[in-house]
């Protein structure tokens, strides 16, 4: 038996984990995580056991990771590893009760489940190199959560792309080409966007006068202060969008979804409402003069 009290906080530690063999530190094992079982083994306040030969302190686990354990304990690195690699280093920190490697673990694991779902094929530095040429075609690319604010993407050709939470704020769209079909004139104005994909993404302030929408997903997407005046919005998902000073003036919203939409302020002067679904929408604050409301649904609507 041996009794590491007298030891110096910096002398030499040798560990057999399981069968592999490591040396390393008192001050690695007990600085960073003060808290763990590694730390309290090593904190001079317990009797522990070595081998006979050379002194090393056996720990009956799978040595597989702890190189991973102890590099995190000497620089706080996480490192890149398989999702089934990271379960087993998991299951080993929870046991040496290493809270923060715990905590860095699921972290990594939970923004590799985003990147995934995300899956985006290019960077916003990739795109401004691109439309710095002069055909530039996106056609069929996942763009899902890119930041394309205040870019100058006129004659863009972005058709089938996937634009799930893009952030199109500011942007310059003009002749941009969706779904195969070319729009006509300034920003989004007369655009074809039929069913195109906008989860989420933000359209803050663009121009979408005139554009086909019909049937387009604009769920969740930020859509304050837009234009769309005449637009085709028919059967549209705009379920909780963010309308706040929208103008959509005479744009046809037959069958649309408006379901816990935000419409503060929103002109819908003239507008197609007919079937459309607007269960849980306050339209007190709305200018709903002329506007066409035949068979909408307005279950819980606030007027």
């Known amino acids: 038996m041996a009794d590491h009290s007298d030891s110096s906080s910096s002398s030499m530690v040798r560990l057999n984990i399981g069968g592999k063999k490591f040396c390393t530190t008192l001050d690695t094992l007990t600085q960073r995580e003060p808290d763990s079982m590694l730390a309290a083994m090593f904190s001079g306040r317990h ?22 354990i102890l590099n995190w304990l000497r620089d706080g690195e996480i490192p890149p590893l398989k999702d089934s690699e990271y379960a087993q280093l998991l299951r080993e920190a929870e046991y040496y009760q290493l809270l923060g490697l715990v905590d860095g673990v699921k972290t990594a694991l939970s923004k590799r489940k985003v990147d995934e779902e995300l899956g985006t094929e290019l960077t916003r530095i990739d795109i401004i190199k691109c439309i710095q040429s002069d055909r530039v075609r996106f056609r069929g690319i ?19 792309a996937c634009l799930k939470t893009v952030f199109f704020s500011r942007a310059n769209l003009q002749c ?5 079909v070319d729009a006509e004139a ?21 121009v979408l006068a005139g554009a086909n929408l019909q049937s387009a997903n604009l769920q969740d997407a930020c859509l304050i ?51 459309a679904y607007l269960r849980h929408v306050n339209l007190r604050d709305t200018h709903l003069e002329g506007a066409k409301l035949d068979g909408a649904n307005l279950l819980g609507a606030i007027r």
């Open 47 to 68: 009797t522990i056991c070595q081998e006979s030969e050379k002194g090393y302190i056996f720990v009956d686990r799978d040595g597989k990771h702890f190189r991973h």
């Open 142 to 160: 996942n763009l899902s959560g890119l930041d394309l604010s205040k870019l100058d993407l006129s004659f863009v050709d972005f058709s089938y």
């Open 176 to 180: 941009a080409k969706f779904r195969d």
């Open 186 to 206: 300034s920003i989004f104005h007369n655009a074809t966007l039929r069913e195109c994909e906008f989860t989420g993404a933000n359209l803050r302030g663009a």
């Open 225 to 275: 202060g837009c234009s769309f005046c005449g637009a085709d919005l028919r059967s549209a998902h705009l379920q909780t969008a963010d309308l706040t000073n929208a103008n959509l003036e005479g744009a046809n919203l037959e069958g649309a979804n408006l379901k816990g939409a935000k419409l503060t302020n929103a002109n819908l002067k003239g507008a197609n409402l007919q079937r």
